[in-house]
């Protein structure tokens, strides 16, 4: 059976080529980075919080936001990774 439409050419990457990251890599990477600092950021809010100034401070509260912030960014990230 004939093919009414023309085949594309093959387009062939050197090594080099091949091991450049792309914009959506480099912008994948750049959230997950991203991320897991906020989610450190969080943390350390929360210990600093409760070393100095004990589990009633809006440091608790801050930290808590920034970690749901954070591993909310990572787990639309890799929902979003998995469909692609």
Known sequence: MPRDTPRMPRIVLSSH??????GRQLHRAGTTVLSLAMVAIGIA???EALVSEGPLSIRVLLGVLFIVAGSGRIYVDVRRGRRA
Do not use: A, F, V
Not at 17 to 22: C, G, L, Q, Y
């Open 17 to 22: 080529e091949r091991d450049e990251m792309t």
């Open 45 to 47: 809010l929360i210990l």
